[in-house]
């Protein structure tokens, strides 16, 4: 990209605007442009959609602006992390639960299946749910009816899907982790989200949002990225996909450089794979692991779906793994 077009992609007051009608749907590359002029056909059906990506490429918005766009706006739009769930309370935070129908249960509990009625449902991560809960939940899609934990009565719903994964759904269904008939299901329309590195067009518009956004909402006076803070931008992987570029820019505003931000002030996370990971002679296998998890989930900053995915296994079982290590705590973002 020329230093015109960056300096005509950044300071362009009608551009700017155009962002903030589209908030978080911002896209120059051809790969985004068409998945958003898809949108508005997807949106006008009832059809499930199966939306995959990397970590941070913005599934759940996506997720948002097809229901935003749909018959069901005015509807709720409930989102449900599916792998944040411990797997003992999955069942009754999706369907509910009667009173008395477990210790504990002394209410009647409404699950997110209910909260979602003549709205649109997402289920985030949906590849971390239970096996042994997923033919409920296929009937439940298939059928628009459940029963609530503990109830006899079948309750009725009418709901659109729209589901997300960053996993490799093919290696979970070989793997037996994922039935293949609700994926299915699920996959009536897929989109996939390509990851930022992939979109280079888009790092500069996303970059400009996100800093009159962070400036905005930090009381900061609206800063300027001078064009080798825009290269250095230009030129970075982002491993942690359009997240970690609203995080980067959020770390640079609340720092409070000067108005212009030049290419020292951006200061990125260094990918645990340029870190030298060593092990010492005589480790067993179980502890070699534990400080592979660990080291890893340092990395992140404490954030398992960023580490689950480098370590290439579910939250869930990281989340098993450390709760063996005896190591606690909330989920970083």
């Known amino acids: 990209m020329s230093n015109q077009g960056v300096r005509g992609s950044l300071y362009s007051t009608k551009l700017i605007q155009s962002f903030q009608k589209m908030d978080a749907l911002i896209a120059e590359s051809p790969s985004m442009r068409a998945i958003i002029l898809q949108l508005d056909k997807i949106a006008g059906s009832r059809a499930s959609v199966f939306i995959t990506g990397e970590s941070g490429t913005g599934k759940e918005v996506i997720a948002s602006e097809i229901h935003r766009r749909s018959l069901r706006k005015e509807a709720p739009f409930i989102k449900v992390n599916c792998a944040a769930i411990p797997e003992t309370l999955v069942e009754s935070e999706l369907f509910g639960h009667e009173r008395g129908a477990f210790t504990g249960a002394l209410l009647k509990k409404i699950g997110r ?21 997923q033919p409920k939940l296929l009937r439940a899609l298939q059928e628009q009816e459940f029963e609530r934990v503990g109830g006899v009565r079948s309750v009725q719903v009418n709901i659109r899907f729209i589901s997300a994964s960053n996993r490799n759904i093919q290696e979970a269904i070989e793997s037996k982790l994922f039935r293949e008939d609700l994926y299915y299901r699920l996959n009536v329309i897929p989109i996939n989200l390509p990851p930022l590195r992939e979109r280079v067009e888009d790092i500069v518009p996303l970059a400009n949002y996100f800093l009159e956004k962070m400036c905005k909402e930090n009381g900061k006076e609206l800063k300027r990225f001078s064009e080798k803070a825009l290269q250095k931008l230009l030129s970075y992987k982002w491993p942690g996909n359009v997240r970690e570029l609203a995080n980067i820019i959020e770390r640079t ?39 592979l998890i660990l080291d890893t989930l340092d990395a992140n900053h404490r954030n398992r779906t960023k580490t689950a995915t480098m370590l290439g296994i579910s939250v869930r079982t990281l989340r098993n793994k450390l709760y063996e290590y005896g190591v606690s705590g909330e989920e970083t973002s």
């Open 113 to 133: 299946f209910e909260l979602a009625d003549q709205g649109t449902l997402f289920l985030d991560e949906v590849t971390e749910t239970p096996l042994n809960l």
């Open 253 to 291: 505003v609340v720092l409070d450089f000067d108005s212009r931000i030049d290419e020292t002030h951006l200061f990125f996370d260094t990918p645990l794979f340029e870190k030298k990971f060593s092990a010492p002679v005589g480790i067993t296998l179980h502890q070699l692991e534990k400080q």
